[in-house]
């Protein structure tokens, strides 16, 4: 995930207050909670893509033995990105591993299939799972006590329903602010004699 300079300086400064915790003007509080926002955007998009990735995984499994290349060359990928294979994938595999390549894979995912196994079944006998990342709702020292976290600022467009996680489209003058224009020259008035 890459940041610009404006979401860096937001990022250490809020990474400054959370250090020492400081009373925070609205401005900060909205920086904090548009990369907050943001965050979470790049987040949804990065599960929508590995969404993508693993029906295109599925496709061409389920199109074996033609689309062998495009199959082992896409698992491969998944792999590199955390993706645990599954049972379709050892099949798959089996069936392919008279090419060296397919044999490295299976022994391989072999390995990362028996791992992920044993630590979901470590997570359910101690009783953990893992709670989805939440939103920023409150940074200290930023919002009054009674506010909602969640209530926009401005109010809706006409005829268009907000959302709960619906953010305002921000106003081309809040992103670009208006030019300022060059003074003009002082006139100088010369007294008629």
């Known amino acids: 995930m890459a940041f610009s300079a404006d979401e860096l300086r937001v990022l250490r400064r809020a990474l400054a207050i959370a250090l020492h915790p400081m009373p925070l003007s609205d401005e900060d509080v909205q920086d904090c909670l548009r990369l907050a926002g943001s965050v979470d955007e790049a987040a949804g998009e990065a599960g929508r893509l590995r969404a993508f990735l693993l029906a295109d995984l599925a496709r061409y499994r389920n199109a074996l033995p033609g689309s ?16 645990d294979p599954r049972p379709d994938d050892l099949a798959a595999l089996r069936a392919l591993r008279g090419g060296r390549l397919a044999a490295a894979l299976l022994e391989r995912c072999q390995v990362l299939a028996e791992r992920s196994v044993r630590a979901r079944l470590a997570g359910r006998s101690a009783g953990l799972t893992a709670p989805p990342r939440g939103r920023l709702l409150a940074l200290p020292g930023g919002r009054a006590a009674g506010q909602e976290p969640d209530r926009p600022r401005t109010p809706a467009a006409p005829g268009r329903p907000q959302k ?25 008035e010369r007294a008629a004699g």
């Open 68 to 83: 062998a290349t495009g199959y082992l060359e896409l698992l491969q990928d998944a792999l590199a990105a955390g993706y």
């Open 164 to 188: 709960p996680g619906d953010r305002p489209m921000p106003k081309p003058s809040e992103v670009f602010p208006p030019r300022r224009r060059p003074a003009p020259p002082p006139s100088e």
